[in-house]
């Protein structure tokens, strides 16, 4: 779990309107988002029934398809 110090930016009436973080609390976050959506992503994925293929097969399809195009 994530633990933050933000700063707050009010307006004149101490109203919060935005906040200030330190890049390295901001890149962790990020990293955090982007780990969420994968899973959702694999979660759709499972869902969905579809069939799958190992990921060197593939790499392997992908390579080849991209050599005929060449």
């Known amino acids: 779990m994530l633990t933050l110090h933000p700063n707050y930016i009010t307006d004149k009436t101490g109203k919060k309107i935005s906040v200030v973080i330190p890049i390295k609390d901001f ?3 990020m ?5 969420l959506n994968d ?4 979660d759709e994925a499972k869902k969905s029934n579809e069939p799958s ?4 097969d593939a ?12």
Do not use: F, N, V
Not at 53 to 56: M, N, R, S
Not at 62 to 69: L, Y
């Open 27 to 29: 890149e962790a976050i």
């Open 31 to 35: 990293d955090e988002l982007e780990e």
């Open 39 to 42: 899973i959702k992503l694999y």
């Open 53 to 56: 293929i190992p990921i060197d």
């Open 59 to 70: 790499i392997k399809m992908i390579e080849a398809k991209s050599k005929i195009q060449d």
